[in-house]
T-cell receptor, first 117, second 113 residues
């Protein structure tokens, strides 16, 4: 099946720094990628929809200046957590839909655990 | 307001028996539903899907049932195996937001040998 890879899988940073998380579709092209955040024992919360070549669409309540999303190519989307604070510590997961595929199936990355000290 | 709900955080089943995981949704515009399986420290993996034109979809040991009038879907695993132990998420999309999926909070299934 299609593979989506996230990097890094875990990262620890100091408060006030910025962290970039990459989401790559390894064997398919993804015109649309999604970014989620998961708090312990809670569901995946959709943060934003990342469209190749255009601005991301953010869900209500998600600060676009805080969580910068760039989808520069058909195989790469990045999420940058700017000026990170301890409350940004979470598990971030991306997913991608294969271009031209009509099943609606999403392929997920392994997730990235962010800890802000 | 959570549009997709999984009210059972955990379920324990004996190996060989049936596992039934439930999911409810509130948005009547949802017309496509997915089940995902997630092991610890891994991303979710697709399991099975169903569109609103059907009320049942079967794939091997996994069957998803959709009751549109009740806004309810369920995943049946028969027979359950210890390797099925994982967290199961249901997800839904449709309407104007057909490109977005909304997830339930997950049900942790434990299949005992």
């Amino acid at each position: 099946g299609a593979v989506v890879s996230q990097h890094p899988s875990w990262v620890i940073c100091k408060s006030g720094t910025s962290v970039k998380i990459e989401c790559r579709s390894l064997d398919f092209q993804a015109t649309t990628m999604f970014w989620y955040r998961q708090f312990p024992k809670q569901s995946l919360m959709l943060m934003a929809t990342s469209n190749e070549g255009s601005k991301a669409t953010y869900e209500q309540g998600v600060e676009k200046d805080k969580f910068l999303i760039n989808h520069a190519s058909l195989t790469l989307s990045t999420l940058t957590v700017t000026s990170a604070h301890p409350e940004d510590s979470s598990f971030y997961i991306c997913s991608a839909r294969e271009a031209g595929r009509n099943t609606g199936e999403l392929f997920f990355g392994e997730g990235s655990r962010l800890t802000v000290l | 307001d959570q549009q997709v709900k999984q009210n059972s955080p955990s379920l324990s089943v004996q190996e060989g028996r049936i596992s039934i995981l439930n999911c409810d949704y509130t948005n009547s515009m949802f017309d496509y539903f997915l089940w995902y399986k997630k092991y610890p420290a891994e991303g979710p993996t697709f399991l099975i899907s169903i569109s609103s034109i059907k009320d049942k979809n079967e794939d091997g040991r996994f069957t998803v049932f959709l009751n549109k009038s009740a806004k309810h879907l369920s995943l049946h695993i028969v027979p359950s195996q210890p390797g099925d132990s994982a967290v199961y998420f249901c997800a839904a999309s449709g309407g104007y937001n057909f490109n977005k999926f909304y997830f339930g909070s997950g049900t942790k299934l434990n299949v005992k040998p």
